[in-house]
């Protein structure tokens, strides 16, 4: 009884830890490609400018990124699942690799959300319905019936026509079935996000674009755009507006990347393609999100 109990706390202790794992995206800023290992681990056989890896459970792990281009120095540096003691669990952490004004290369935190949940599937019952009809059929019995009767020493054969009727009757069945085996995928995840239910408003809005145009560098604007945008929630032509007062395109897209977390109206960031010059930005942008969802 004893081992039994052990035995079943184990299990859900492991069931318990596979339900809490993190996830960790890495992408480069100018689209520079590498490869990345965990803790000494190879994750990637081809070099990528996004990775996403899965299913990570401790609370640090030691990254290091190679670059395709060997002129690149490597980069080798921690990642922490856990702040002020507090583990983070079932959470997307997400790094940029980015060029310095020095020349040099860094990995820099950018954000954690929790992990989406996938929406379960909808069952959805179909009943099917059999139906006998009823049928009746009469049979009648006009063929006679041969009796012998006895009468007063004689005997003798009499004919009986009864007339008798015979009736045969099905009964009607129906049978209800319930097929709870046919199931549907439930539709794709919302556009919207349930984190940022509102737009800023135009005056508030506003004033945010004067606050970032005002700064002479760009690195500075970019700043002062992360900050605004991760205090509140901004629409997708909100987030389009903000990436045209950047003058340089990794500037923009490094935003556009940012920016997503905190958009109300995802299923429409499509808005923010057109404010980039180059195409390649375009399939940046998309490739990056779709490590997202």
């Known amino acids: 009884m004893k081992n039994s109990i052990l035995l079943l706390i184990s299990f859900l202790s492991v069931v318990f830890a596979v339900g809490q794992t993190n996830n960790l995206t890495v992408f480069s800023e100018n689209g520079e490609r590498f490869y990345v290992s965990i803790n000494g681990i190879n994750q990637n056989l081809l070099a990528e400018g996004t990775l996403k890896i899965t299913g990570l459970t401790q ?4 990254v290091k990124i190679v670059f395709e281009n060997r002129n690149i120095s490597s980069i080798e540096a ?30 820099q935190y950018i954000y954690n ?7 379960p599937l909808i069952i959805v019952e179909q009943q099917q319905t059999t139906t006998t009809t009823i049928t009746q059929s009469t049979i009648s019995t006009s063929d006679p019936i041969m009796m ?16 008798a009727t015979q009736s045969v009757t099905t009964t009607q069945t129906t049978i ?8 549907q995928t439930a539709m794709s995840p919302s556009p919207t996000n349930a984190s940022c239910p509102n737009a800023m408003n135009s005056n508030d809005f506003a004033a945010a674009k004067k606050s970032i145009s005002s700064k002479s560098f760009e690195d500075s604007k970019l700043t002062v755009a992360k900050q605004l945008t991760s205090r509140n929630c901004l ?5 389009k507006e903000i990436v045209e007062l950047f003058s340089y395109e990794n500037t923009k897209l490094q935003y556009a990347k940012f920016a997503y977390r905190y958009t109300v109206d995802r299923g429409k960031y499509f808005l923010v393609n057109d404010a980039f010059q180059y195409e390649s930005s375009i399939t940046d942008l998309n490739n990056f999100l779709g490590t997202l969802r």
């Open 59 to 62: 609370p640090t792990y030691n």
């Open 78 to 107: 921690p990642v922490y699942f856990e702040w002020g003691g507090n583990r983070i669990l079932n959470n997307d952490f997400v790094y940029s690799i980015r060029k310095t004004n020095m020349g040099t290369y860094q990995m």
């Open 113 to 119: 959300a929790p992990t989406p949940v996938s929406q």
């Open 148 to 163: 012998g009767v006895n009468i007063n020493g004689m005997g003798a054969d009499v004919s009986i026509n009864t007339g």
């Open 176 to 183: 209800a079935q319930t097929d709870a085996g046919s199931n």
């Open 235 to 239: 629409s997708s032509l909100q987030v």
